[in-house]
């Protein structure tokens, strides 16, 4: 099994910037992608932005150029350093860990980030 817990969320208001860390714990492949995603209120989970343990990363389209994923392999940990932080960017924050070869999906539990405008 695979644990992820995250941490960094919270309350800011809009411009400013908060950086998420995922931690991830237990039998984790060496082939994997770790990823963000968000959840508003009455809307569906978005991908946010992902990152392959080769480095190759992805982000959505609303926050290219303001967030940053990356990743410590050795220590098993994603962050996700978010800029210029918008009122729609408030949603409950996941990390997902998926595993390439077995193709399953692990969950961390959430963590909430609010945007005052």
């Known amino acids: 099994q695979v644990q992820l817990v995250e941490s960094g969320g919270g309350l800011v208001q809009a411009g400013g910037s908060l950086r998420l860390s995922c931690a991830a714990s237990?039998?984790?492949?060496?082939?994997?992608?770790m990823r963000w995603f968000r959840q508003a209120p009455g809307k569906q989970r978005e991908l946010v932005a992902g990152?392959?343990?080769?480095?190759?990363?992805n982000y959505a389209d609303s926050v290219k150029g303001r967030f940053t994923i990356s990743r410590d392999n050795a220590k098993n940990t994603v962050y996700l350093q978010m800029n210029s932080l918008k009122f729609e960017d408030t949603a409950v924050y996941y990390c997902?860990?998926?595993?390439?070869?077995?193709?399953?999906?692990?969950w961390g539990q959430g963590t909430q980030v609010t945007v005052s405008s």
């Open positions: 990152i392959t343990s080769d480095g190759s990363t």
């Open positions: 997902n860990l998926w595993n390439v070869i077995r193709n399953r999906n692990y």
């Open positions: 237990g039998s984790i492949s060496s082939i994997n992608a």
